[in-house]
């Protein structure tokens, strides 16, 4: 199966609600896994995606096989992420007005190496250049230790696909965010690093 045998499918806002069973079940399954050994919860999910129901800007690009979500991409204009979002900007002199902030990209391990990915970054960077306005895509990533007891001896960072997509690593930036780990009975601070690529640069 390829890329061009999955439909691509660009939503926002509102037209995101029928398909939030299927974000947070994805979210749920494939952050479970290293590295962010994500315990989550339906109900936090739909909390959560919630937001992008909310806002008219955000944007959710799906892949579908015959009509089931396998993958999602989600994005949103960082003015409507929250404080600990915007913050590491503001300190080093960014406008948080004028960055798009790229949610995360989830795709079921079957359809990996199939071409889908990059249609969930040229789908957020498409969508953020027809809103106009933004100088810059993000998103981040959460840091984990190499000798993390959970790494599998297998495990590959994604870095050099994001930097293939133009992307750098900003360590400067950097911020927590809080979640429960699979082998954790409690939530815990997670460190988190941001990516940021020009749509100037990149037009």
């Known amino acids: 199966m390829t890329s061009s045998e999955i439909e691509i499918r660009t939503l926002s806002g509102l037209d995101i609600e029928p398909y939030l069973g299927d974000l947070a079940r994805l979210r749920i399954e494939v952050f479970r896994d290293f590295p962010y050994l994500y315990d989550g919860t339906e109900d936090y999910e739909r909390h959560y995606l919630q937001t992008y129901i909310d806002s008219p800007d955000s944007v959710i690009i799906l892949a579908l ?13 960082m003015k409507h ?3 600990e979002f ?44 027809r809103l106009g306005g933004f100088d810059y895509c993000s998103f981040c990533c959460v840091q984990r230790p190499a000798d993390h007891p959970l790494r599998p001896s297998d495990y590959a960072p994604l870095d050099p696909i994001w930097t293939k997509f133009g992307y750098v690593r900003h360590p400067e930036l950097h911020t927590t965010y809080t979640w429960k780990d699979v082998d954790q009975a409690e939530e815990t601070a997670k460190p988190m690093v941001f990516w940021l690529k020009s749509l100037k640069e990149a037009a």
């Open 65 to 77: 096989d015959n009509g089931r979500a396998v993958g999602a991409s989600t994005g949103i204009p």
């Open 81 to 83: 992420e929250t404080p």
């Open 86 to 129: 915007k913050e590491p900007f503001l300190q080093h002199g960014y406008d948080p007005d004028k960055i798009f902030y790229c949610g995360e990209s989830v795709l079921q391990p079957d359809y990996r190496g199939r071409g889908i990915y990059k249609h969930f970054f040229t789908g957020r960077e498409g969508h953020a250049r």
